[in-house]
Structure formats: structure tokens, C-alpha cells
């Protein structure tokens, strides 16, 4: 590459993110915690090895994220800079109220799941109980990041100004640094690929359906 083509690469200005795409980003890591979280709950139904010296670190440190990234950062967000905006033009309230519900259950289905992972592998009800747990979690989250992707991030774009946009994606950015540091979602990644690795679902070609053609 001339040295021509790289400082015309290094002069062109950074793209910034959309903040509703920030959030769909950040529901990407969702969706890829509640796939460990449907593995988790075969191995410990019996559908899977159990490997409990595999599946409880895998668990709780998912879970760990879930309450560090998921509900402590991601929720925080969207409560304070979109449902108040919501909430304040009275626009999509009860979508918004069942939202922040779902938010609220979210932390405490955490909790649940921290607790119960702690007691240990003891008895077949406690592992039932904690794959309920987890079940109950990816069943409500699937649906609520549809209906924020969906629905609620669209309709906020319609709601505030260009110029407002940009700036709630600079304020994403600082507080995202100021929690996880520089590169801070990028690090997060990282470690939900390697809990992925460590229950052999990282590859992605593995959920591709084949089907045998009859003649």
C-alpha cells in the first residue's frame, strides 16, 4: 500500500454509530449469552453432558456479564435516555412500562441465578430449578429485544433530532469507556466467545441445517 493510500485512510473520520445501533449491537452479545444459556439448560436436563466442572463456571460467568453489561449498562441506557423520552411524549407508554418490567425481571431472574448456582450440583430438583431459570430468562428476552428492535429503537429515530442523535452516540461512547474502559465491548465479546468454546457452540456453521436431496 503507497504511503499516499494510508495517510488518505488515516484521514478519514471515524464512523460513528447510530445509538439505537449501539443497542442492537449490544443485543448481539444478548442473543449470544441466552444461546449459553439454552445449552446450559440441556446439560443440566440431561439432553447434554452435564459437566458440572464446565457448565457452573460457564453459567455464572455468563450470568456475571448479563448483570455487568446486560442490566447494569445496556438497560441503564435505554431506561434513562429512551423510555423517559418515551414516557415524556407519551408516545408507545405501554410498550414502554412492559419493557421496564421486563427489565426489572431480568435483574431479579439474575439474582436467582447467581444464588443457584452457588449452592452447587446437590440434587437433580436444584438443577431443574436453575434450567428453569434460564428458560424463563431467554423466554422473555428473545421477545423484548424484538420488539425493541423493532419497534421502539425505529420509533425513536422518528422522535428526536439528527443533531440530538449524534449526541446520545457520544454519550453512549463515554460511558461505555468510562465502565468497561477502552474497547470495552470488543473485551466483552471476547469473553462470551470463550464461555461459546467452552460448551463447543462457537462455530457457527454447527446450526446450519443439511438436508439429503432424494432422487
Known sequence: ???????????????????????????????RL???YEDAGKR????????????YPVI????????NFIENYHQELEEKYLFK?????????DLVR????QHDAAINLTSLILQSVSQGDQYMQSRQYLAHLLSLYKQMYE???AWEDTVLFPTFREIVTPAELQALGEKFEKIEETMFGKNGFQRILKQVEQLEKAFGIYELSQFTPHFTNKQ
Request: hydrophobic letters at 35%; a negative charge; glycine letters at 2%.
Open 85 to 93: 423520552r418515551f414516557l415524556k411524549e407519551q408516545i408507545q407508554v
Open 34 to 36: 441466552l444461546l449459553i
Open 60 to 67: 455464572l460467568q455468563s450470568a456475571t456479564i448479563a448483570r
Open 1 to 31: 500500500m503507497s504511503h499516499t493510500n494510508r495517510q488518505r485512510e488515516s484521514s478519514q473520520p471515524e464512523i460513528e454509530i447510530p445509538p439505537t445501533e449501539d443497542l442492537m449491537r449490544e443485543h448481539g452479545i444478548l442473543k
Open 44 to 55: 443440566l436436563l440431561g439432553y447434554k453432558p452435564l459437566e458440572p466442572q464446565i457448565t
Open 98 to 101: 412492559t419493557l421496564q418490567e
Open 143 to 145: 421477545p423484548h429485544e
